[in-house]
């Protein structure tokens, strides 16, 4: 019934590769959807908004980070 060694160290090397793909693709997920809303909002700097402790801006950022996350989450 159980797994052999060689078909474990299979099933664990994909499992670490889905682990990598899953980093890989919410890292670039993230940096692309900050990159696209940093350049939608030219009336506002919102990297200097947060620095001031503008907590709305703040929770807009999460926000837009926590919702692509849950995409790619799906997407993988």
């Given at each position: 019934?159980?797994?052999d060694l060689t078909s474990q160290l299979i099933e664990y090397l994909r499992a670490v590769g889905w682990a990598?793909?899953?980093?890989?693709?919410?890292s670039l997920g993230v940096t692309i959807a900050?990159?696209?809303?940093?350049k939608l909002s030219t009336d506002i700097d919102v990297w200097e908004e947060i620095?001031?402790?503008?907590?709305g801006v703040a929770l807009?950022?999460?926000?837009?980070?926590?919702?692509?996350?849950l995409i790619v989450y799906r997407v993988i």
């Open positions: 019934m159980g797994l990598l793909a899953a980093a890989i693709g919410f900050v990159f696209i809303f940093d620095k001031n402790g503008n907590i807009i950022e999460v926000a837009l980070i926590v919702m692509i996350g």
